[in-house]
Protein backbone atom coordinates (compact mmCIF):
# COMPACT_ATOMS: atom_id res chain seq x y z
CA UNK A 1 0.00 0.00 0.00
CA UNK A 2 1.18 3.29 -1.13
CA UNK A 3 1.24 6.62 1.69
CA UNK A 4 1.96 10.13 0.96
CA UNK A 5 3.27 12.60 3.85
CA UNK A 6 3.11 15.92 3.07
CA UNK A 7 4.90 18.89 4.62
CA UNK A 8 5.59 22.51 4.42
CA UNK A 9 2.29 24.33 4.05
CA UNK A 10 1.22 27.33 6.26
CA UNK A 11 0.47 30.73 6.42
CA UNK A 12 2.79 33.70 4.73
CA UNK A 13 2.76 37.35 3.39
CA UNK A 14 2.44 38.25 -0.12
CA UNK A 15 5.74 38.01 -2.14
CA UNK A 16 7.01 35.11 0.59
CA UNK A 17 8.03 31.75 -0.08
CA UNK A 18 6.95 28.56 0.45
CA UNK A 19 8.58 24.55 0.46
CA UNK A 20 6.18 22.07 0.24
CA UNK A 21 7.22 18.38 0.32
CA UNK A 22 5.99 14.79 -0.22
CA UNK A 23 7.29 11.79 0.61
CA UNK A 24 5.55 8.10 -0.59
CA UNK A 25 5.93 5.16 0.68
CA UNK A 26 5.68 1.24 0.16
CA UNK A 27 7.84 -1.85 0.14
CA UNK A 28 8.63 -1.42 -3.31
CA UNK A 29 7.10 1.29 -4.70
CA UNK A 30 9.04 3.47 -7.00
CA UNK A 31 6.79 6.14 -8.69
CA UNK A 32 7.38 7.28 -11.98
CA UNK A 33 5.34 10.53 -12.22
CA UNK A 34 5.35 13.23 -8.71
CA UNK A 35 2.93 16.31 -8.84
CA UNK A 36 1.48 18.79 -6.94
CA UNK A 37 -2.46 19.98 -7.24
CA UNK A 38 -4.19 21.92 -5.48
CA UNK A 39 -7.66 23.21 -4.93
CA UNK A 40 -9.08 26.49 -3.63
CA UNK A 41 -12.73 27.09 -2.27
CA UNK A 42 -15.41 26.70 -4.89
CA UNK A 43 -12.95 25.39 -7.55
CA UNK A 44 -12.05 22.08 -8.87
CA UNK A 45 -8.59 20.59 -8.09
CA UNK A 46 -5.86 21.60 -10.71
CA UNK A 47 -2.78 20.53 -11.51
CA UNK A 48 0.15 22.95 -9.97
CA UNK A 49 3.22 20.94 -11.08
CA UNK A 50 4.41 17.35 -11.84
CA UNK A 51 7.88 15.81 -12.48
CA UNK A 52 8.69 12.60 -13.85
CA UNK A 53 11.62 9.88 -12.30
CA UNK A 54 13.84 11.35 -15.58
CA UNK A 55 13.18 15.30 -14.58
CA UNK A 56 10.60 16.15 -16.54
CA UNK A 57 8.25 18.37 -15.84
CA UNK A 58 5.17 20.45 -16.34
CA UNK A 59 3.47 23.39 -14.72
CA UNK A 60 0.65 25.09 -14.45
CA UNK A 61 0.79 28.86 -16.35
CA UNK A 62 -0.23 30.38 -13.92
CA UNK A 63 2.74 29.32 -11.82
CA UNK A 64 5.49 29.07 -14.30
CA UNK A 65 8.25 31.21 -13.30
CA UNK A 66 7.55 31.21 -9.58
CA UNK A 67 7.42 27.45 -8.53
CA UNK A 68 10.43 25.00 -9.21
CA UNK A 69 9.39 21.10 -8.81
CA UNK A 70 12.62 18.91 -8.11
CA UNK A 71 12.91 15.19 -6.65
CA UNK A 72 15.05 13.03 -4.92
CA UNK A 73 14.27 9.28 -6.64
CA UNK A 74 16.56 7.67 -3.72
CA UNK A 75 14.07 9.16 -1.20
CA UNK A 76 11.02 8.74 -3.13
CA UNK A 77 10.44 12.43 -1.79
CA UNK A 78 8.85 15.09 -4.19
CA UNK A 79 9.73 19.10 -3.67
CA UNK A 80 7.62 22.44 -4.56
CA UNK A 81 9.45 25.27 -4.09
CA UNK A 82 7.21 28.07 -4.35
CA UNK A 83 8.39 32.12 -4.73
CA UNK A 84 6.62 35.04 -5.37
CA UNK A 85 3.28 33.85 -3.37
CA UNK A 86 0.26 35.46 -4.53
CA UNK A 87 -2.99 35.68 -2.46
CA UNK A 88 -4.67 33.91 -5.73
CA UNK A 89 -2.04 30.58 -4.62
CA UNK A 90 -4.08 30.19 -1.12
CA UNK A 91 -5.21 26.57 -1.27
CA UNK A 92 -5.09 22.94 0.06
CA UNK A 93 -2.34 21.15 -1.96
CA UNK A 94 -2.19 17.64 -2.55
CA UNK A 95 0.81 15.32 -3.66
CA UNK A 96 -0.09 12.84 -6.22
CA UNK A 97 1.90 9.64 -7.35
CA UNK A 98 1.11 6.27 -9.48
CA UNK A 99 0.63 7.91 -12.90
CA UNK A 100 3.08 7.89 -15.82
CA UNK A 101 2.09 10.94 -17.90
CA UNK A 102 2.57 14.32 -16.56
CA UNK A 103 -0.54 15.72 -17.22
CA UNK A 104 -2.74 13.23 -15.77
CA UNK A 105 -3.28 12.18 -12.24
CA UNK A 106 -1.87 9.39 -10.51
CA UNK A 107 -3.84 6.75 -8.10
CA UNK A 108 -2.97 8.17 -5.20
CA UNK A 109 -3.16 11.26 -3.15
CA UNK A 110 -1.44 12.70 -0.12
CA UNK A 111 -3.69 14.17 2.82
CA UNK A 112 -3.50 17.98 1.88
CA UNK A 113 -1.34 20.92 3.25
CA UNK A 114 -2.78 24.15 3.47
CA UNK A 115 -1.28 26.94 1.89
CA UNK A 116 -2.71 30.56 2.77
CA UNK A 117 -1.19 33.38 1.14
CA UNK A 118 -2.01 37.14 2.62
CA UNK A 119 -1.97 40.36 1.08
Known amino acids: QVQLVESGGGLVQAGGSLRLSCTASGSTFRPSVMGWYRQAPGKQRELVAA???????NYADSVKGRFTISRDNAKNTVYLQMNSLKPQDTAVYYC?????????????WGQGTQVTVSS
Open 96 to 108: NTGGYYLDRVGDY
Open 51 to 57: ISRGGNT
